[in-house]
């Protein structure tokens, strides 16, 4: 998604809290977007409470003294951010990066210069490799009538290596039904279960990413989970290997211990990953987590391009102004499927995913 326009960019120096033992730092998470960690450069938690959706499956709702392209106010729990019918990010450029999608409720329309296009949501993820550039829109159309259409989403952008840089874009669709939970029950019938979108827990793994992702490397030891624990219980999180960042992003109500220091919601936690990490919950507890080994490489970002220096990102600019990625084959910016279309995707090479409705 587009961030040129969306957010400050977070300051540590601000947020974060020194800590002892496997703790290394705290910091509350803030106004979005989260600080992150090498390889990741970006985290934001979108969480819109959208009301019904009428015949273009837009907001049953006055958009009246909202910033029409720029709305980021959460007037009434929920925004069109870029959008002007219906709320998403219309067409916008990417390059150098990954961007992993993960959908916990809701629906995402997404289409882009390659000709791909998709319809995904309620618990799949899309991974896209941008590498040498894409341009694509992805789009909330709101797609009950007669109900309102609460989405939660996760947009988390990893960074790829300077020989990966520029290779050829590709996305991944990991559909709900392949994305393994790792669930563990007490004898009181409390669960704790973990989501495992990137990585393995327990043997369990989803379908490999891209093959040209920084997470296709077995070394590079990435993961991303995500974590709900019942009041009550815990869960261990295994070892990762040495030198591999860890970070937990409690959000929601719920406090929680982890490794024995109370940590109190919206707070983002730096443990050493070559431990086992426990959480132990006081309330009903969510969290996301973030880890993977350091690409360790300078690092130039300016809005939708990251190089590794400034002659790289101008070289974005100019191959942007002259090629637009490929250009632009759908008639409008913000394209939306059909209100019926059930979940499927169809790539830049003709192949077609289809998912049943649900």
């Given at each position: 998604?587009?961030?040129?326009?969306?957010y400050p960019a977070p300051s540590w120096s601000d947020r974060v809290s020194q800590a002892t033992g496997s703790i290394l730092q705290t910091f509350a998470l803030g106004d979005p977007p989260w600080p992150t960690l090498d390889p990741f450069l970006f985290c934001v938690h979108h969480v819109d409470a959208y009301p019904r959706g009428d015949e273009r499956q837009a907001p049953v709702a006055s958009l009246e003294g909202r910033a029409i392209g720029q709305d980021?106010?959460?007037?009434?729990?929920?925004?069109?951010?870029?959008?002007?019918?219906?709320?998403?990010?219309?067409?916008?450029?990417?390059?150098?990066?990954?961007?992993?999608?993960?959908?916990?409720?809701?629906?995402?329309?997404?289409?882009?210069?390659?000709?791909?296009?998709?319809?995904?949501?309620?618990?799949?993820?899309?991974?896209?490799?941008?590498?040498?550039?894409?341009?694509?829109?992805?789009?909330?159309?709101?797609?009950?009538?007669?109900?309102?259409?609460?989405?939660?989403?996760?947009?988390?952008?990893?960074?790829?290596?300077?020989?990966?840089?520029?290779?050829?874009?590709?996305?991944?669709?990991?559909?709900?039904?392949?994305?393994?939970?790792?669930?563990?029950?007490?004898?009181?019938?409390?669960?704790?279960?973990?989501?495992?979108?990137?990585?393995?827990?327990?043997?369990?793994?989803?379908?490999?990413?891209?093959?040209?992702?920084?997470?296709?490397?077995?070394?590079?030891?990435?993961?991303?989970?995500?974590?709900?624990?019942?009041?009550?219980?815990?869960?261990?999180?295994?070892?990762?290997?040495?030198?591999?960042?860890?970070?937990?992003?409690?959000?929601?109500?719920?406090?929680?211990?982890?490794?024995?220091?109370?940590?109190?919601?919206?707070?983002?936690?730096?443990?050493?990953?070559?431990?086992?990490?426990?959480?132990?919950?006081?309330?009903?507890?969510?969290?996301?987590?973030?880890?993977?080994?350091?690409?360790?490489?300078?690092?130039?970002?300016?809005?939708?391009?990251?190089?590794?220096?400034?002659?790289?990102?101008?070289?974005?600019?100019?191959?942007?102004?002259?090629?637009?990625?490929?250009?632009?084959?759908?008639?409008?910016?913000?394209?939306?499927?059909?209100?019926?279309?059930?979940?499927?995707?169809?790539?830049?090479?003709?192949?077609?995913?289809?998912?049943?409705?649900?």
């Amino acid at each position: 998604m587009a961030t040129s326009h969306r957010y400050p960019a977070p300051s540590w120096s601000d947020r974060v809290s020194q800590a002892t033992g496997s703790i290394l730092q705290t910091f509350a998470l803030g106004d979005p977007p989260w600080p992150t960690l090498d390889p990741f450069l970006f985290c934001v938690h979108h969480v819109d409470a959208y009301p019904r959706g009428d015949e273009r499956q837009a907001p049953v709702a006055s958009l009246e003294g909202r910033a029409i392209g720029q709305d980021f106010a959460d007037v009434d729990g929920w925004n069109m951010y870029h959008g002007s019918v219906v709320p998403g990010f219309p067409a916008h450029p990417h390059r150098g990066f990954e961007t992993v999608t993960y959908v916990r409720q809701g629906l995402i329309d997404h289409s882009d210069s390659l000709g791909a296009t998709a319809r995904f949501g309620r618990g799949d993820a899309q991974w896209l490799t941008a590498g040498a550039g894409i341009v694509h829109a992805e789009m909330f159309p709101l797609v009950e009538r007669d109900a309102d259409n609460p989405l939660e989403l996760f947009q988390i952008w990893l960074n790829l290596p300077a020989d990966d840089k520029m290779v050829d874009p590709y996305f991944t669709m990991l559909w709900a039904d392949d994305i393994p939970s790792v669930v563990s029950t007490d004898d009181e019938g409390r669960s704790a279960t973990v989501t495992v979108v990137a990585g393995s827990i327990d043997g369990q793994s989803p379908p490999p990413p891209p093959p040209d992702s920084w997470a296709a490397r077995a070394e590079a030891d990435v993961g991303i989970y995500g974590i709900h624990i019942d009041a009550g219980t815990q869960l261990d999180l295994p070892p990762a290997g040495a030198g591999v960042n860890r970070v937990l992003y409690l959000y929601g109500e719920g406090s929680a211990v982890v490794d024995g220091q109370l940590i109190t919601p919206p707070t983002g936690v730096v443990v050493q990953a070559a431990s086992s990490t426990r959480i132990e919950a006081g309330a009903d507890v969510d969290a996301l987590v973030l880890q993977g080994r350091p690409i360790g490489e300078p690092v130039a970002q300016y809005g939708p391009f990251v190089m590794n220096d400034r002659a790289g990102i101008e070289q974005a600019f100019e191959d942007y102004q002259s090629t637009r990625f490929g250009g632009w084959p759908w008639p409008a910016d913000d394209p939306v499927h059909a209100r019926d279309q059930a979940r499927f995707a169809r790539h830049a090479d003709g192949r077609l995913e289809d998912h049943p409705a649900s």
